[in-house]
Structures are given as C-alpha cells and as structure tokens.
T-cell receptor, first 113, second 112 residues
Framework: GDSVTQMEGPVTLSEEAFLTINCTYT??????LFWYVQYPGEGLQLLLK?????DKGSNKGFEATYRKETTSFHLEKGSVQVSDSAVYFC????????????FGKGTKLTVNP | DTEVTQTPKHLVMGMTNKKSLKCEQH?????MYWYKQKAKKPPELMFV???????INESVPSRFSPECPNSSLLNLHLHALQPEDSALYLC???????????FGPGTRLTVL
C-alpha cells in the first residue's frame, strides 16, 4: 500500500538556520503530495502542496519540489524563525481516486532564539 | 468562509455517557472526514463522507457513530467510550479528486 517516510526528529535549530526535513513516499502512479504543519494545541494547517512531477510548492518561505525520480518531497526553508516551531507532516493522496490522506509520522521542529 | 469549525473544543465524558462532536464547513466541499490523533502521532483516518454518503469506515468500533445531516455538517456520536479513546478528534473537508484537505482545530476528548 501507499506509505510516507519522513525523518522523525526531533530537529532543533537556531534562529536563521537552514531547514531540511526529508520525506520519501511509496505509491502507485502519480500521487498528490502535501506538507501540513501542526502548532501546539491546534489542528493541522496545509503548508504547501504539489500535484505533479517537478511541481514546486511554496508558502511562508517554505518550499518543496515533487521529485518523481527519487520519490521525494523534501521540505526546506532558508532561514527559520522561533515561530516555525511545530510538528510537520508529509502526506500523500494517491492517484487511484481514494479520498484517503496517508501521513508520515511527523517531525517536531524546535527553533531556539 | 475558508475554515472548518468544530465544537466543543474540549470534552470530558464518563464511560457511560453519550455525547456528540460537531463539525461545520461552508466551502462547498463534498468530502468530509473524521480523524483521531493520539499524542505525538499522525492523524488516523476514521471515516470519510463523500456527497453526504459514508464512503470509508476504517474498521472503527461501533461506539463511534458518524452522521452527515447535510453537505455542510458532520457529527460524530460517542457512546460507551473507553479511556483509550481519549485523543484529539479532527474534522476535515476537501474538494473532490485528491485536492488538499482543510482541517478544523479539533476536539480534545478525555474519557474518564
């Protein structure tokens, strides 16, 4: 079945550091790929998405590129802020038409001032 | 209106109680979901409604009973829950065909 593997962390960075959170997936066909963010005590917010190979999703300084050849969708940000501290989930929705989101296990990011 | 709302925000119930969680969206989305999230875990899908019909039930125990009264509302009826059912219950909605899901803030449920 479809699956998502992401680095589990936790990841601790200093403010203005470069962030990479790795995400790889297993799916048939061409899934849609997503990054969600969950701040403490809140629900999930869609951070960015990509629906086809070589698409780049971007939002709030975060970017991720849909790489079909490496089945990856790594999240990057050039300069993190304390307010970026949260749990980040990589997810996919498979091509088969199911409405089911498959999530990775989540990566907790802490940014220190 | 681009949000999913959930009530109540917090709920404490005993194992013999009956309660309901409510979810509402006015984005015209035709798919609505219930997820359960335990601490430090990803959300786990429970139910999917598509065009107001139950399309996916992930083998959820019958003490959880979903209901979709109309295209904007989704309820989760709770009865005879166990302490291990304590979790954050998230509602979500999405347009059709694999587009992104929008999540509500969740209901934090504690079963005593």
């Amino acid at each position: 079945g479809d699956s998502v593997t992401q680095m589990e962390g936790p990841v601790t960075l200093s403010e203005e550091a470069f962030l990479t959170i790795n995400c790889t997936y297993t799916a048939t066909g061409y899934p849609s790929l997503f990054w969600y963010v969950q701040y403490p005590g809140e629900g999930l917010q869609l951070l960015l998405k990509a629906t086809k190979a070589d698409d780049k999703g971007s939002n709030k300084g975060f970017e991720a590129t849909y790489r079909k050849e490496t089945t990856s969708f790594h999240l990057e940000k050039g300069s993190v802020q304390v307010s970026d501290s949260a749990v980040y989930f990589c997810a996919l929705n498979s091509e088969g038409g199911s409405e089911k989101l498959v999530f990775g296990k989540g990566t907790k990011l802490t940014v220190n001032p | 209106d681009t949000e999913v709302t959930q009530t109540p925000k917090h709920l404490v119930m005993g194992m013999t109680n009956k309660k309901s969680l409510k979810c509402e969206q006015h984005m015209g989305h035709r798919a609505m979901y219930w997820y359960k999230q335990k601490a430090k875990k990803p959300p786990e899908l429970m139910f999917v409604y598509s065009y107001e019909k139950l399309s996916i039930n992930e083998s959820v125990p019958s003490r959880f009973s979903p209901e979709c009264p109309n295209s904007s509302l989704l309820n989760l009826h709770l009865h005879a829950l166990q302490p291990e059912d304590s979790a954050l219950y998230l509602c979500a909605s999405s347009p059709p065909l694999r587009d992104s899901a929008f999540f509500g803030p969740g209901t934090r449920l504690t079963v005593l």
